[in-house]
Nanobody, 116 residues
Framework: QVQVVESGGGLVQPGGSLRLSCAAS????????MGWYRQAPGEQREVVAT???????NYLDSVKGRFTISRDNAKNMVYLQMNSLKPEDTAVYYC??????????WGQGTQVTVSS
């Protein structure tokens, strides 16, 4: 069994910063891709950023230059540093891990609200 737990969400003013963390535990094995997704009310879930085991990253166009994804392979953790936050970044943010042999696991989500 694999557990994925996010933390670090909250309420922040426009222009502020937050750092999300995601910890994977259990029968993890080798993780190929770790990523962050978000889902705003009434919207479909979208990929925000992903990072592979060798450090290659991809970002949603609207967050490029503001968000940075990183991972600690030794600790099975992935982070999302979010700067210059905008109201349109408001969403539930989910962590997803993909094991090398295919199975994917999601966290329960953490709420990020950007509002003055």
């Amino acid at each position: 069994q694999v557990q994925v737990v996010e933390s670090g969400g909250g309420l922040v003013q426009p222009g502020g910063s937050l750092r999300l963390s995601c910890a994977a535990s259990g029968n993890i094995g080798s993780i190929s891709v770790m990523g962050w997704y978000r889902q705003a009310p009434g919207e479909q879930r979208e990929v925000v950023a992903t990072v592979t085991s060798d450090g290659r990253t991809n970002y949603l166009d609207s967050v490029k230059g503001r968000f940075t994804i990183s991972r600690d392979n030794a600790k099975n953790m992935v982070y999302l540093q979010m700067n210059s936050l905008k109201p349109e970044d408001t969403a539930v943010y989910y962590c997803k891990i993909v094991q090398s042999w295919g199975p994917a696991y999601w966290g329960q989500g953490t709420q990020v609200t950007v509002s003055s």
